[in-house]
Each structure stands twice: as structure tokens, then as C-alpha cells.
């Protein structure tokens, strides 16, 4: 339980003192995700939120509830418009798009991302085999350590550039992003002159992955993988 005391602590950690008022008008009780919902709605709109000194948050309450609250709240910020919010809805920061999990692979392919299943430990006759009957560059990761470590490579160098895909609106609902490792992720098979024409040879040591995002906002980044590769430059 998230009482009403852990409430007004949260609120000396986001607000600063001024803030407690607010905070202890969630009822006695009140569950800890009951009371995060309601905290947006007792800020006027024209609060800034910050995290203020924590230090007297440390000793008084010290809990693993408060840890997480407080992590969320370190790493996410309520969207603004001209008027101070546009809607009570959480938005991920750049901070928070760097924090990849090294299961995200797992997770992305459990709802229908294909990377694992395609682009993963293939065999060269695996990759001559599927450039000639689908006329495109079939690539590999070397196994399933450096792909998912490609892909947090790759996510956490374009995190700035994400945000501000997800937090626009307006914006495309796919975004592929690239980025050179430095380091061999894999080989793979180029298509040549088109159709189904597919080279013999096996290009080895390449360093650059494609990673192709889309947004979900029922996924807790509020994006999905679709797919990822190496690419053959």
C-alpha cells in the first residue's frame, strides 16, 4: 500500500515543499497506482515539474515503491504545450529510450517483431537460398549476444531522434535508423542487377545495422522492432 505519508514524500521529491499540499489530498489509503494516477490531475497547469533536494527523501522513505516512482519520474516528463500540458500523458525522454533491456529482442519478437527469426545465426546457404527467391539482401547477425547488443547500440545513439519521432504527432508511424558498430555483427548476401539475381559471394565483417521501429503506444517505450539487420554497403 501508497499511503497518504509516502504521497507527501513523493511530493517534497517532484515539487518541493510547495507541492505537499497538493499531494495530501489523495485520499488515506490510496494503492500506489491509484495515487500516480491521480497526482497529474492535483498539478495546476502552470507547475514546472523538477525533482527537488532528495535528501531527506533517502531517509524517510526508502522503499522499493518509491525507488520505482522516483525512476519514473527521472526519466519521463509530462508533455507540454503552449498552455502547459497537451493531455496528462506520459512522455518518454531520450534518457529513458537509452534504457534497452538486454531481452528486448525477446519481447519484440513476442509481438510480432520477425528479427530473431530471419536476421539471427543464419548459414550462408540460408542467406544464398533467401536472396535468390526473394530478389533482396539477405544478411545475418553473427548470433543473438551481438545482435541484441547491435540493437542497443543502435537505439541508444538515435535516442534523441526517437523521442522526437514518438513525441510529434505528426510524424511518420515507421522510423528506420542506422548506425556504424566499428566492429563485425555479421555477413550476408547481395542482390545484384535486381530480380532474383543474387551474388555467390558472402560478404563478411560487416559493421552497420538498420534497425525499422514503429510506433504502439500499448508497448511501455511506445514503439515496436519490427525488424533489424546488418547491412551491405
Known sequence: MFNT?????LAFGVLGD??????VKVAKGAKMSQGMTELPQLFN????LAIAGGGNIRSGFDTPDFRQAEEKLSTHQFAKGNDGFSGDKWVS???????????????????????????????NDDLLKRAAQE?????????????TKAVQANIRRNADDISNW???????????????????IGQGVAVKNGGSSASKQI???????????????????????????????
Do not use: W
Request: aromatic share 6%; net charge neutral; charged share 20%.
Open 5 to 9: 505519508y509516502g504521497l507527501t514524500q
Open 18 to 23: 510547495k507541492g505537499v499540499s497538493k499531494v
Open 45 to 48: 497547469k502552470g507547475d514546472n
Open 93 to 123: 525522454t531520450p534518457n529513458a529510450i537509452r534504457n534497452v533491456e538486454n531481452d528486448i529482442l525477446d519481447i519484440m519478437e513476442s509481438n510480432n517483431g520477425h528479427l530473431l527469426d530471419k536476421h539471427v545465426g543464419k548459414t
Open 135 to 147: 530478389g533482396v539482401d539477405a544478411t545475418t547477425f553473427s548470433d543473438k549476444s551481438t545482435a
Open 166 to 184: 514518438l513525441n510529434d504527432p505528426n510524424s511518420s508511424g515507421i522510423k528506420v535508423i542506422t548506425t556504424d558498430h566499428g566492429y563485425s
Open 203 to 233: 560478404t563478411y565483417d560487416l559493421t552497420t545495422s538498420k534497425v525499422v521501429l514503429v510506433k504502439d503506444s500499448s508497448m511501455p517505450n511506445g514503439y515496436k522492432i519490427v525488424t533489424g539487420y546488418p547491412t551491405i554497403n
